[in-house]
């Protein structure tokens, strides 16, 4: 009797066990699209504008679905626009990572205070 009831916990703990592996993984906080090889390319100097359209493409699609996209997605694509000569849709991407990511105003506030003073 007593080796009956090993035998079932023993079972019982193999089945947990290989439950256990079935489990989903988490679901990420952030979706990254093709952020992290758009910024790779602009390091190695491709185009914004290339560059620019991949990231505007993912962050529709990240938006549509509901998620949200890593902190400095905004702030690179505003890093973009002001380099086609776009600031007016930089400080719209600046104040939209002032939203999403509060940590970052100061330094956004920073680089819109130094557009502003360059503008004068």
């Known amino acids: 009797m007593n080796m009956t009831k090993i ?4 079972l019982a ?14 679901k990420t906080i952030y979706q990254w699209g093709s952020y992290q090889p758009q ?3 602009h390091f190695k100097g491709e185009s914004p504008d290339q560059q620019i359209a ?11 679905k509901g998620n949200m996209p890593p902190p400095g997605y905004h702030a690179h694509l505003g890093l973009l626009y002001s380099m086609t ?5 930089m400080i ?7 939203k999403l990511f509060p940590e970052s105003a100061a330094y956004m506030d920073f680089l819109l ?6 503008e004068k």
């Open 13 to 26: 703990f193999a089945g947990l066990f290989v439950l256990s592996g079935c489990k989903t993984a988490p």
């Open 92 to 98: 719209v991407q600046f104040e939209d990572e002032k």
């Open 85 to 89: 000569g776009k600031s007016d849709l």
């Open 39 to 41: 910024l790779y390319q």
């Open 7 to 10: 035998n079932i916990v023993a």
């Open 113 to 118: 205070a130094k557009m502003k003073k360059g």
């Open 54 to 64: 991949a990231l505007e493409k993912d962050l529709d699609q990240i938006t549509a």
